[in-house]
């Protein structure tokens, strides 16, 4: 079990099953866009991230995306912190068919997959440590952001590390900040290079 401190908020029922055995923590649904429509659920969003912290995880697909954005918005002030599954195509094992983006969502995802991208945002590590930060300054540099041909090269770097496609460049940023350090960071982007 990997500690996760307040709660994390996934989208449906089938995912806070899938992380039951993954995570020691409250896991709370915002059945889909229900949450849009909901001020409880909204109001018990807004208090875990004031006390304790809440994690979003949601699937890589336009969807997940959306409702990310949403909690982010409803939340203000408090604690959130993200982490994202990668980009797997396949189906769900009780799904008939794909879905419309044809990605494995949280449900269908290895558990392994999972706990990697717990492990990545910062929780169950041995340590957490503060590095320097990573700028949009050196995605710059390093030509992921700001240039004619960034989105080729930030998507190149966000499959090398297994994060979803439609992660934005501020996104990419709390990831690279909270899961390394900043020569961890130079070394993956100079892989790149070669």
């Known amino acids: 079990m990997i500690h996760v401190g307040g709660a994390i908020v996934v989208e449906g029922k089938y ?9 020691d923590c409250p896991v709370i649904t915002t059945d889909g866009f ?15 991230a004031k006390n304790g912290g809440l994690t979003v995880l949601t699937d890589s697909d ?8 949403y909690i982010k918005g409803i939340v203000g002030e408090g604690e959130i912190k993200n982490v994202y599954i990668p980009d797997i195509f396949g189906k769900e ?22 706990e990697r991208a717990l492990r990545r945002a910062g929780f169950g590590n041995a340590e ?12 710059y540099e ?21 994060l979803p496609a439609r ?13 390394m350090t900043f020569e961890e960071y130079k070394k993956a982007a100079a892989a790149l290079r070669r």
Request: hydrophobic share 40%.
């Open 128 to 139: 957490n440590k503060s590095f320097p930060e990573i700028t949009r300054a050196d995605l």
């Open 15 to 23: 995912d806070r099953i899938k992380l039951a055995g993954i995570v």
């Open 167 to 179: 992660l934005s460049t501020s996104g990419l940023l709390d990831v690279l900040n909270s899961a």
């Open 34 to 48: 229900g949450v849009f429509k909901s001020d409880e659920k909204k109001a018990l969003l807004r208090w875990y």
């Open 142 to 162: 390093d030509g992921f952001f700001g240039r004619e041909d960034s989105s080729a090269k930030r998507a190149e770097l966000l499959k090398s590390l297994s």
């Open 62 to 69: 336009a969807a997940g995306f959306r409702i990310r954005g």
């Open 93 to 114: 094992k009780r799904k008939a068919k794909p879905s419309a983006e044809g990605k494995l969502g949280v449900e269908g995802m290895p558990d392994d997959e999972i």
